[in-house]
């Protein structure tokens, strides 16, 4: 499985941004897709995730409210759209995928994910 993430950029504080990771190869009927963030210095941080089966959405408190995760089963895609950016949202966001459907309580685990996107960068400076 190769996944490729895009959309990131330069935006003001308040912005928008969509974020899309594209799985190819294989695919499986049960897999969480996840989206996670590192900004310079710090430890990779859980953004976001969302099971194939179900559907179930899950957030992380920095984030809720503001962030939206959601896929495209049929073009194996998960997108992340953000929303009233912040500067603290500046980071390296990475896309990840899990072989099997996690509970909550793995969700948030970088160890849970097999597979990992390249990374785009997130900006969010006036």
């Known amino acids: 499985v190769q996944l490729q993430a895009c959309g990131g950029g330069l935006v003001q504080p308040g912005g928008s941004l969509r974020l899309s990771c594209a799985a190819s190869g294989r695919t499986l009927s049960r897999e969480t897709m996840g989206w996670f963030r590192q900004a310079p210095g710090k430890e990779r941080e859980y953004v976001s995730a969302i099971r194939r089966s179900g559907g179930n959405r899950f957030h992380a408190g920095a984030v809720k409210g503001r962030f939206t995760i959601s896929r495209n089963n049929a073009e194996s895609t998960v997108y992340l759209q953000m929303n009233d950016l912040k500067p603290a949202d500046t980071a390296v966001y990475y896309c990840?995928?899990?072989?099997?459907?996690?509970?909550?309580?793995?969700?948030?685990?970088?160890?849970?994910?097999?597979?990992w996107g390249q990374g785009t960068q997130v900006t969010v400076s006036s």
């Open positions: 990840a995928l899990s072989d099997l459907s996690l509970i909550l309580s793995e969700i948030g685990n970088t160890a849970q994910y097999n597979y």
